[in-house]
């Protein structure tokens, strides 16, 4: 019997808990690497009124989302590529933002209900994602069989940082006990 792992990063990582949470049953586990559950970076009070306010009216009107490219890895090849790949294009929807709120707040409501194996893992030193929403939310994960490694001094890009071969391997080692 083949047996399926998802992994999700980031928002991925977000949207594979979630998919646990709700779907678990046709998953053997799941893996998260600093999934999105409550951002780090400030977003200004203008731009939260704007995004709630146009969501409903005009929810494809966009906004750049102000992300600093340099607090996604130590690695500058790593920031290079990702500030000149022309799929990156920094801006995100009124509608995107309303979204994201929902579903962070109904993933954080539906954490005991994760009951599948789980592995978290977290960048410490995240300028992005908020790595103490990501222990919160860790507290509530029903699973009893579940694992969060945080990596001290990691950026965002956690399988992008110099010394992920730790991370690869951590990953490595709970897939291969579990398979």
Request: some cysteine; overall charge neutral.
């Amino acid at each position: 019997m083949t047996k399926t792992f998802m992994m999700g990063h980031s928002l991925g990582g977000l949207v594979v808990i979630k998919y646990g949470e709700r779907r678990g049953t046709e998953l053997a586990g799941l893996v998260a690497t600093s999934p999105l559950l409550r951002l780090r970076m400030k977003v200004p009070g203008w731009k939260k009124f704007i995004g709630r306010t146009l969501s409903s009216i005009a929810p494809t009107f966009t906004m750049t989302t102000g992300l600093d490219a340099n607090l996604l890895s130590h690695d500058g090849e790593v920031v290079r590529q990702y500030v000149n790949d022309p799929l990156v294009h920094g801006v995100a929807t009124a509608r995107f933002y309303t979204e994201f709120l929902r579903a962070e707040d109904e993933t954080f409501k539906e954490a005991g209900q994760l009951t599948l194996p789980c592995l978290i893992t977290q960048a410490g030193a995240d300028g992005i994602v908020d790595p103490s929403g990501t222990m919160d939310f860790f507290k509530k994960v029903g699973s009893a069989d579940k694992t969060l490694k945080v990596y001290d001094g990691f950026y965002h890009e956690i399988l992008n940082e110099p010394g992920k071969e730790s991370v690869l391997a951590e990953i490595d080692t709970w897939l291969s006990a579990r398979t």
